[in-house]
């Protein structure tokens, strides 16, 4: 069964302040995928990797993956108030299901 | 494109009853994917429909759930007779089939069982 283990689950930043949130995964899979959920919202799509190696950019946030590592990092540079949500990395397996992380829950404070 | 529809937005309803949530896939997608979020689970994938067909639903709970997608621009997730532990943010999501694969979610239905 496929495992995906976010860390931290909670994360306070600091405003102006670089954190980072890993995402492991147990098992081979060459696409990740980072979601973004508001309170009470839907799930919003940040980013696609889909080779290893792949790094995406979208303003403050910056993801990575390492297919070897089975990891995929979201870094998120110069916090800003307007970052805070949950955030959540998924893994496909079997070409369509997607196995989605606990998430982390970010909290930026002045 | 308006997105993914799902309605009802919010449900509340008696234990015992039935309900019905309804989803709109974005047009032209071929993959349909209902998913239950709750604090305790997370986000469980319930059933994955391909070109209207059900793939998986391995993940629906017990016989209580069903799914239907009659055509390709609308699916049905029906509870019956609904539980308190049925209460719960189902999502219904819609990907086109290929490399990319990014699912894209509805709003939700904030489902209350009392």
């Known amino acids: 069964e496929l495992k995906v283990e976010q860390n931290p689950l909670f994360l306070s930043m600091q405003e102006g302040k670089n954190y980072t949130i890993y995402c492991n995964y147990s098992?081979?899979?060459?696409?990740l995928y980072w979601y973004r959920q508001d309170p009470g919202k839907s799930l919003e799509s940040l980013f696609v990797?889909?080779?290893?190696?792949a790094v995406k950019q979208e303003g403050r946030l910056m993801a990575s993956l390492d297919t070897k590592a089975r990891l995929s990092t979201l870094h998120i540079t110069a916090a800003v108030h307007d970052l805070s949500a949950t955030y959540f990395c998924?893994?496909?397996?079997?070409?369509?299901?997607?196995?989605f992380g606990a998430g982390t829950t970010v909290t930026v404070r002045a | 494109d308006a997105g993914v529809i799902q309605s009802p937005r919010h449900e509340v309803t008696e234990m015992g009853q039935e309900v019905t949530l309804r989803c709109k896939p974005i047009?032209?997608?071929?993959?349909l994917f209902w998913y239950r979020q709750t604090m305790m689970r997370g986000l469980e994938l319930l059933i994955y429909?391909?070109?209207?067909?059900?793939?998986?639903d391995s993940g629906m709970p017990e016989d209580r759930f069903s799914a239907k997608m009659p055509n390709a621009s609308f699916s049905t997730l029906k509870i019956q007779p609904s539980e308190p532990r049925d209460s719960a943010v189902y999502f219904c999501?819609?990907?086109?089939?290929?490399?990319?694969?990014?699912?894209?979610f509805g709003q939700g239905t904030r489902l209350t069982v009392v």
């Open positions: 999501a819609s990907s086109l089939q290929g490399l990319d694969l990014r699912a894209f």
């Open positions: 098992t081979t899979s060459d696409r």
């Open positions: 990797l889909l080779s290893n190696g």
């Open positions: 998924a893994v496909v397996r079997n070409d369509y299901k997607l196995s």
């Open positions: 047009s032209g997608h071929n993959s």
């Open positions: 429909f391909n070109n209207n067909v059900p793939i998986d």
